[in-house]
């Protein structure tokens, strides 16, 4: 495949990025630092029943009420304990304050436009819609998380058919 | 003037509160006082109501809302005729102007969503003007610039207390007649000087002829005039009238004098001796403004001063104080640690220091705490403002006579409370007028007074607000209720033949029901008490009746004050903290005390004579983690409406006040759970929906 192919299919390029770059599993993840609020250390969270699987529950954030997601199990990741470095990312999205459970927090990070792939070059899994671009760093890659798309959207069923129980 | 255009008014954002909250409040004293208005007005209610519309003409021609302006300006032309006793406020009339003011409400909305609602206000300025058949007045075309009322117009010039004669020719004319000078001064605080002096020259013009203003009065038309305002004024008034008449004007005080015009320069009112301070609203704190200083400014409302405040505001320090109450909890906490250490170290000095101020700490924060609750409350009578007008409509449409008295006015509850409350309550009057109140032929049959009486009272008893909603019509009769909820399959016929009055009136809050014999509009198809208890009860509160045939009906709405916290029975199931409403709950007892057996396949408690449906709680709620307790278990009894469950918990933690706290948008309307609250310990429990659990769950048994 000749470079010339490759420039005029891929569109024009991105704009530079300043993200917060964190680590699910073995990769690289980013989010756009206007959503980031703060990262906290892990703390007791309240399971809410009936709840799917990625859902951790709620938790106190100096006062609100904020509800948690584990993004491991919420992009598919196999679970893993959660260590020292395990972070709670704590973001505004469209539905309020979500907290984001992720293996660690690495770093800030300004990326220049040209080092930013947009995801339809790269073959994806349908459910990856919240991967709005990857990164190609020296040393790694990075993928460019959209919140929106990653957190449920108002259809989406957060609890489980089981949930349902049946009155005698 | 088509639907969906784009309007623009002369306003920042600033101005659009402050005028919205006093169009609202000249809006909401229209209403009750154009009902007391029919038959026998008396003559300061009519001043009252003429100021009012007098105030909305003014701001709103400020503004350049030109619909707004010019509708006012035909209801006040018409109140004036009224206020002079040249036409009287029948029904027609009275008609009339609510019609307009629902218009105006309309229009108002227009300010906030800054498009055109299509209304056209101009039929009603007709219907307004044409009652006045042909009397001096002369109605000129509505103002059609944005600056205000023509210059032509020939407003009566009476004022409150003396019939003054003067005709405003347009002109300047002084020529020996007597004239009063006077300086206005509008309170440096006013955060719309041009607004207050407008409304000083629309006084002026009723008051009698003004021969000279400064600034101009194209100036002032505009609102733009600023904290001086100076006029020459021919008038029969004296000092003593134009002063009451001028001062009851928000931020205005006035002196008289001979002296020459000076230049209109802004300078601080001088303090007024006989008038208390007035203020400018309170809105919420910008940094760009410089003029907004440290005391909140407050606005006089009938006689005592108050402030607004934001409810954001409100909230916020709810919260604050909220995290204040957790850290002095984790501080006794930590005190009861050290006190150990410290008593063996001898500083005994210290522990009773620290014990001393974590004592006071205590108490300051619990008052605190009462203090911002009790700023969030506010007095029932916004709600029951309502209620004249909703009673004459439906009285009309019902062709009954129905007098309203309301009583407790004053009593206080959240804010939370107050805005559900209104609807079942209108609800709740609209069927006690159009079922409960007998036509006027009935009563006088019966030898009752024709017209009917509906009484609402409010009052509170320990951490509950009561209202009571009486009527002196014909009762609900139990006869016909037995029937009907047989016909239509609600109750079987044995349930309705051994059930008592009591349990036969609780029918009526059954889905499905309604017993008017033509469903007239006004009530509608017999779903409203069904909802009405519904959403009560989803607030944590009760509703019951009475009624004695002949005589009348009561309706009593309970409610707790606040909705903010609520009393619970703190629970643990499966590893987790939940609250139960306190209200919901009927009983909770051991469950190895408790009398539990299998009937048909379930599990039942046997409790005061009845079966209640045992169902596990973390079950129920859908948590299916692996179930961690071992040992005695506990069986709370919860009811909703006349169903009741039995749940089986882990542990019973003790009764506790929880501040409610929503789950978020993101997680939406859980099932079976209405909200979290933070513990002690600063994690988080979750609080039980017990009326949808309850559903869920109970059997579907007749009503026993």
């Known amino acids: 495949m000749s470079t010339r192919n490759d420039a005029q299919e891929a569109p024009q390029a991105a704009k530079e990025e300043h993200v917060v770059v964190f680590r699910l599993g073995d990769e690289y993840y980013a989010l756009d630092i206007q959503t980031v609020q703060e990262i906290v250390r892990m703390q007791a969270i309240t399971a809410i ?20 997601i584990d993004l491991r199990k919420r992009c598919g990741i196999p679970a893993r304990e959660h260590t020292g470095e395990t972070r709670i990312v704590v973001v505004t999205s469209e539905q309020g304050m979500v907290g984001l459970i992720v293996d660690a927090v690495s770093e800030v990070l300004r990326i220049p436009g040209e080092l930013i792939e947009p995801p339809s070059a790269i073959v994806t899994a349908p459910e990856n819609g919240y991967i709005r671009g990857i990164a190609k760093l020296e040393q790694r890659l990075v993928s460019l998380m959209d919140l929106e798309g990653v957190l449920p959207s108002e259809d989406h069923e957060m609890y489980s058919a089981e949930s349902e129980v049946q009155a005698a | 003037m088509s639907r969906g255009t784009p309007l623009t008014f002369e306003l920042d954002d600033d101005d659009l509160k402050l005028f919205l909250e006093e169009a609202e409040e000249q809006l909401e004293l229209l209403d009750t006082a154009l ?6 007005p008396d003559p300061e209610l009519l001043q009252r109501i003429f100021r009012a519309a007098h105030t909305l003409k003014g701001s709103s021609a400020t503004i350049g809302h030109r619909k707004m302006a010019s509708l006012t300006h035909a209801m006040e032309t018409v109140l004036d005729a009224v206020r002079q006793n040249r036409l009287a406020p029948d029904r027609e009339v009275v008609d009339a102007l609510l019609s307009a003011l629902d218009a105006l409400r309309v229009l108002a909305e227009e300010v906030v969503t800054r498009v055109d609602s299509g209304l056209d206000p101009t039929p009603l300025e007709r219907v307004l003007l044409d009652l006045l058949e042909d009397d001096g007045a002369e109605e000129e075309a509505p103002p059609a610039a944005a600056a205000g009322p023509s ?20 002109t300047e004319d002084a020529g020996g007649q007597p004239s009063v000078y006077l300086r206005v001064r509008i309170d440096p605080q006013c955060q719309l000087p041009g607004i207050r002096c407008f409304q000083v020259l629309q006084e002026l013009d009723t008051q009698g002829k003004v021969v000279s203003l400064t600034p101009p009065r194209e100036v002032v038309e505009a609102g733009g005039a600023e904290f001086t305002l100076e006029a020459r004024l021919v008038t029969t008034a004296n ?7 001028l001062q009851s004007i928000p931020d205005v005080s006035v002196e008289f004098g001979q002296s020459a015009s000076e230049p209109a320069a802004e300078s601080p009112a001088p303090a007024e001796p006989e008038q208390k301070p007035r203020l400018a609203l309170v809105k919420n704190e910008r940094e760009t403004k410089p003029q907004q200083t440290k005391a909140q400014p407050a606005r006089k409302t009938q006689g005592s001063q108050s402030v607004r405040i934001d409810v954001e505001r409100l909230d916020g320090l709810m919260n604050l104080v909220g995290e204040l109450v957790i850290d002095r909890t984790r501080l006794q906490q930590i005190k009861d640690a ?9 500083l005994t000095e210290l522990t009773e220091n620290l014990e001393e101020t974590t004592s006071h700490l205590a108490r300051i924060t619990d008052e605190l705490q009462q203090e911002i609750m009790r700023s969030r409350m506010l007095p029932v009578r916004s709600v029951l403002t309502r209620l004249p007008r909703v009673v004459r409509d439906v009285a009309a449409k019902c062709g009954k006579k129905v007098e309203l008295v ?23 009057l609209r069927n006690a007028v159009d079922h409960g109140i007998e036509s006027p032929e009935e009563r006088r049959a019966a030898g009752k007074p024709e017209t009917g009486t509906v009484t609402v009272t409010a009052w509170n008893q320990e951490t509950y607000i009561y209202l009571s909603i009486k009527d002196d019509g014909r009762g609900i009769d139990t006869k016909k209720l037995r029937k009907k909820v047989v016909e239509r399959g609600l109750v079987s016929p044995e349930a309705a033949e051994a059930a008592s009055e009591e349990q036969v009136l609780r029918y009526i809050f059954l889905p499905g029901l309604s017993t008017a014999e033509t469903v007239s509009d006004v009530s509608g198809r017999g779903v409203g008490m069904d909802i ?23 309706f009593i709405i309970q409610l707790p004050l606040t909705l903010a916290t609520t009393k619970a029975l703190m629970v643990v199931a499966n590893g987790t903290v939940y609250a139960i409403p306190l209200v919901s709950v009927t009983e909770a007892l051991a469950a190895s005390t408790a009398d539990i057996q299998r009937v048909g396949g379930r599990q039942m408690l046997r409790l005061r004579g009845k079966l209640l449906p045992v169902a596990d709680l973390a079950e129920a709620l859908g948590d299916r983690r692996e179930r961690t307790h071992d040992g005695p278990r506990f069986v709370v009894a919860a009811r909703h409406g006349e169903r009741e469950v039995a749940f089986l918990v882990d542990r019973l933690l003790g009764e506790q006040d929880v501040v409610v706290k929503t789950l978020g948008d993101l997680l939406g309307t859980r099932k079976g759970l209405t909200g979290a609250t933070i513990l002690g310990d600063g994690t988080l429990g979750l609080i039980i929906d017990t009326p949808s659990l309850v559903s869920e769950h109970a059997a579907t048994l007749a009503i026993a």
């Open chain 1, 49 to 68: 029943p009936g709840t799917d699987d990625w859902v951790e529950g709620i938790t106190n954030l100096r006062g609100r009420v904020v509800p948690v």
């Open chain 2, 35 to 40: 009902v007391e208005l029919e038959g026998e």
């Open chain 2, 151 to 170: 210059e032509a117009e020939s407003a009566a010039p009476a004022d409150a207390t003396a019939a003054a004669e003067s005709s405003d020719s347009g």
């Open chain 2, 239 to 245: 000092e003593e009238q134009l002063r009451t008449a």
């Open chain 2, 338 to 346: 050290l006190a150990d250490v410290l008593k063996d170290a001898h």
């Open chain 2, 406 to 428: 309301t009583a407790g006015e004053e009593t206080e509850l959240d804010r939370s409370v107050i805005e559900e409350l209104s609807d079942p309550l209108v609800h709740i």
């Open chain 2, 532 to 554: 009405v208890r519904t959403n009560i009860e989803r607030l944590n509160g009760h509703v019951t009746v009475h009624s004695t045939p002949g005589q009348g009906s009561e």
